[in-house]
């Protein structure tokens, strides 16, 4: 396998569920992205890991928690969620040694919550 | 606070020909790198090009070239020679620099792109 791996690729819960979003890159990369996409919005960024450290929490509520193993595998467990939560949920990874590097997007979990 | 600025939802472009999509940017950094991607309908963010905001000459990845203007503040992205598979949204993006080596990359609304035959 190669690049950057999301599973699911579709998610549908209710508001009491838990859920996981998993992410995998195979390019030997250091640093991870979680990014939330909404209809007709800007790309949002939700955190950030580099060697398996956050470095970044955008203000993401936390009924959304982050998880960095190790510097291949990337989680996001959801819980409580609300319907403005559905959107589609991107993973990234970048080398993590040069900011100028462009980030490896995955397909994406496209989540739904009713 | 850096910004990016996409004015265009949406483009038509006949296939064969060239189309410029717009991009303006605002930041107060002297540094600083500015992306352009393609997301399809399958959903993954693909890289395209990149201009560093030091480089002299605009960049340029086979059909796609970045027309960077500074002073304007502006990184249109020009498809030359355009493919039915160009059909798309494009998204153009700004580094935003905290030090360190993460890209925390700040994304303009995108514009979709449809190539008629």
């Known amino acids: 396998e190669t690049g950057v791996t999301q599973t699911p690729r579709h998610l549908v819960m209710g508001m009491t569920n838990k859920k996981s979003l998993k992410c995998e890159q195979h390019?030997?990369?250091?640093?991870m992205y979680w990014y939330k996409q909404s209809a007709k919005k800007p790309l949002e960024l939700m955190f950030v890991?580099?060697?398996?450290?956050?470095?970044e929490n955008n203000s993401v509520p936390s009924r959304f928690s982050p998880e960095c193993p190790n510097s291949s595998h990337l989680f996001l467990h959801l819980h409580t969620l609300q319907p403005e939560d559905s959107a589609l949920y991107l993973c990234?990874?970048?080398?993590?040694?040069?900011?100028?590097?462009?980030?490896?997007f995955g397909n994406g979990t496209r989540l739904t919550v009713t | 606070a850096q910004k990016i600025t996409q004015t265009q939802p949406g483009m038509f472009v006949q296939e064969k020909e060239a189309v410029t999509l717009d991009c303006t940017y605002d930041t107060s950094d002297q540094s600083y790198g500015l992306f352009w991607y393609k997301q399809p309908s399958s959903g993954e963010m693909i890289f395209l090009i990149y201009?560093?905001?030091?480089?002299?000459q605009n960049a340029t990845e086979g059909r796609y070239s970045l027309n960077f203007q500074k002073a304007r503040k502006s990184a249109n992205l020009v498809i030359s020679a355009s493919q039915l598979g160009d059909s798309a949204m494009y998204f153009c993006?700004?580094?935003?620099?905290?030090?360190?080596?993460?890209?925390?990359?700040?994304f303009g609304t995108g514009t979709l792109l449809a190539v008629q035959p």
């Open positions: 890991y580099s060697l398996e450290e956050r470095v």
């Open positions: 993006a700004m580094v935003r620099r905290y030090g360190g080596a993460t890209n925390k990359l700040i």
């Open positions: 390019l030997g990369h250091n640093a």
């Open positions: 201009q560093g905001s030091y480089d002299e």
């Open positions: 990234a990874s970048s080398p993590g040694t040069d900011a100028n590097s462009p980030l490896h």
